[in-house]
């Protein structure tokens, strides 16, 4: 094991010990310490989920990248492990990036990552070039491959960018070979999905472009993520630099989801639907796993890059991973739930039915900062249509977080902007939803430091980040006409 690892492992052993109970997310996995941003390698081996995760442990903002490492039985209950990856060998001295996870028919853990090196041009001017490599282990201890890296410069196809080429995210294919895919750009930073394919995965070969972009979606394309779902075929990416698009998609790094049908034999996806994966403010680079009972489980990273470096870099932690989020393809369009595990978390069951109110409200036993709440909001009657619903969390005198729908335009909105932020980024979203007279179902997960809120069903996805003090834990409800509600709330105990 190198001295840059060994030395990660032991610092974040040791600074840990300054983080309290009850200062991280209680079930949601952060950084150990530091900081983290997308999920990595997350897979189901030697009877473990294993979430890794792109991680500076040496401060609160992004740095020289490792890759955290934690398992869990549930997806809920998270064990740290140590450090699996360090910067350590000169092709990836500037950083470990995002990669995946397989298990080798030998029994071993392969991880594959981006590694970034710098290069000097002849201008002078220094460039960090990418390439994919590999890392096999026990799931914990991970020794680099010999012959990294194993996709480089050569393995692209004309136009394609060395500086964009990242995030291998690997499969086993039906007959035991191995794929994996690889965000990359054209020229003009304009993403494409590359496909590469291997007997034993160790040894890889270029197959095609799987997807491009073709100036739809942002610029380059991080992240990719390819799978069978429902008969369909699902490709995930996380473009860089999107413009909006109705409220379909927002201004900044976003995310994208193509369900087409996949040819398997020739290796060809055609595009049937696009969509986004997340319509709230913090969601990126998701990464599924396919779990050993056939479920297709996803986790995010709940930020934002262009709202994550205002905090110090001294506070202790930095960067929390979404719930995992069972995925299903109804009707065309990507379905999320969160995991069934989470019912085991719920206590205290307070219900509240047909409530009947206009103005604010607030129930019974309603409160709380960690809790599952499903509600049922509905007109009267189809005359009476209520203009405005609001659901107010994280709530005392002078904070709270709303989730408001209006049923006319159909159109949901999460509003952090009185949540205690003292900073001019984005604070609001809105999204526009599936409901018919006026009827919609909320499932609202509250974490200490977050909110994902389910649409009909997980239709639609909207989760944010908040960092109200943990106090302020009302709840209120608002209508602005008369509606009627269902309330089933659950208090989450880890
Ligand atoms: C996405 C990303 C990846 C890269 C990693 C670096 O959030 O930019 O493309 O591998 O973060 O930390």
């Not at 492990?81 to 990836?92: E, G, H, N, R």
């Not at 981006?114 to 994919?132: C, I, L, P, S």
Request: include cysteine; glycine fraction near 10%; proline fraction near 4%.
């Amino acid at each position: 094991m190198s001295q840059t690892l060994r030395d990660a492992r032991k610092y974040e052993e040791i600074t840990e010990q300054n983080i309290g109970a009850g200062e991280k997310p209680s079930f949601h996995l952060a950084a150990r310490v530091g900081w983290m941003n997308d999920p990595n390698g997350f897979s189901y081996y030697q009877g473990k989920y294993h979430l890794f995760y792109q991680y500076h442990p040496y401060n609160s903002h992004w740095g020289p990248m490792h890759w955290g490492h934690a398992v869990s039985g549930d997806l809920l209950h998270w064990e740290y492990l140590p450090a699996a990856l360090a910067p350590d060998m000169a092709y990836d001295e500037a950083g470990c990036f995002s990669g995946s996870a397989v298990e080798l028919p030998d029994g071993r853990q392969l991880l594959m990552y981006t590694g970034v090196h710098k290069e000097v041009q002849e201008d002078g001017q220094v460039r960090e070039v990418q390439a994919q490599c590999l890392a096999i282990g026990d799931g914990r201890d991970y020794g680099k491959y010999q012959g990294n890296p194993v996709l480089g410069e050569h393995d692209l196809p004309e136009g394609g960018s060395k500086y964009d080429f990242r995030d291998p995210k690997m499969w086993k294919a039906a007959d035991g070979t191995f794929r994996c895919v690889v965000g990359n750009c054209a020229p003009g930073r304009d993403g494409q999905i590359l496909l590469y394919s291997s007997k034993d995965g160790l040894s890889w070969k270029y197959e095609k472009i799987l997807a491009a972009n073709h100036g739809r979606f942002g610029k380059a394309w991080e992240c990719p993520d390819f799978f069978g779902l429902d008969g369909k075929h699902v490709l995930l990416t996380s473009p860089m630099d999107m413009l909006p698009q109705g409220l379909e998609y927002h201004n900044g790094n976003g995310t994208l989801c193509l369900i087409g049908d996949y040819d398997e034999k020739e290796e060809v996806f055609t595009e049937e639907q696009d969509q986004a994966i997340d319509y709230g403010i913090d969601f990126y680079a998701p990464q599924t796993l396919l779990a050993p009972d056939g479920r297709r489980i996803m986790v995010g990273w709940m930020q934002n890059w262009d709202t994550c470096n205002l905090h110090s870099p001294e506070q202790p932690w930095f960067g929390q991973m979404s719930l995992p989020r069972e995925l299903s393809v109804v009707n065309g369009r990507l379905v999320q739930k969160p995991v069934r595990e989470l019912l085991a978390l719920r206590r205290e069951k307070v219900r509240h039915e047909n409530v009947i109110f206009s103005g604010l409200k607030t129930l019974d036993g309603v409160k709380g900062r960690k809790i599952d709440m499903e509600l049922s909001i509905r007109p009267l009657d189809e005359e009476n249509m209520y203009r405005k619903f609001a659901v107010r969390f994280a709530q005392d005198s002078t904070y709270h977080t709303a989730i408001s729908f209006r049923p006319l335009e159909s159109i949901l909105k999460i509003d952090r902007k009185f949540s205690g932020t003292r900073r001019a980024v984005i604070h609001q979203r809105r999204s526009r939803v599936g409901s018919k007279n006026g009827e919609i179902k909320l499932r609202v997960i509250l974490d200490l430091f977050s909110v994902e809120v389910f649409v009909n069903g997980g239709e639609h996805v909207l989760s944010a980040t908040i960092y109200t003090d943990r106090a302020a834990d009302g709840i209120s409800f608002l209508v602005d006409g008369v509606a009627a509600m269902d309330v089933v709330k659950y208090s989450l105990e880890i």
